[in-house]
């Protein structure tokens, strides 16, 4: 049975900084497509960055210098770092994990972003 199952959400001041992770079980998350998205209430679900198999990232524009994907194969677990946070960042962050085997989507952890 594959999870997904993020962790790290919470509430954040403007400017600070969160690390979401994503562990993966069922899969292995090395030779998967693993990539975060995020959507706001009454919004669409929006890509923020991938990382593939072979460890190039990709960042929407929208991230980019602000948020860093990282993956720790020997804990089979995938990272956002974000830095420089906005009350715009608010919102659900989910993970995705895409292979030969299908994709999958973890539940989701919950980032706001207020003073």
């Known amino acids: 049975q594959v999870q997904l199952v993020e962790s790290g959400g919470g509430l954040v001041q403007p400017g600070g900084s969160l690390r979401l992770s994503c562990a993966a079980s069922g899969i292995s998350s090395s030779n998967a497509a693993m990539a975060w998205y995020r959507q706001a209430p009454g919004k669409q679900r929006n890509w923020l960055a991938l990382?593939?198999?072979?460890?190039?990232?990709n960042y929407a524009d929208s991230v980019k210098g602000r948020f860093t994907i990282s993956r720790d194969n020997a804990k089979n677990t995938v990272y956002l770092q974000m830095n420089s946070l906005k009350p715009e960042d608010t919102a659900v962050y989910y993970c995705?994990?895409?292979?030969?085997?299908?994709?999958?989507w973890g539940q989701g952890t919950q980032v706001t972003i207020s003073a």
């Open positions: 995705r994990a895409t292979g030969t085997w299908g994709n999958y």
């Open positions: 990382i593939n198999d072979s460890g190039t990232t």
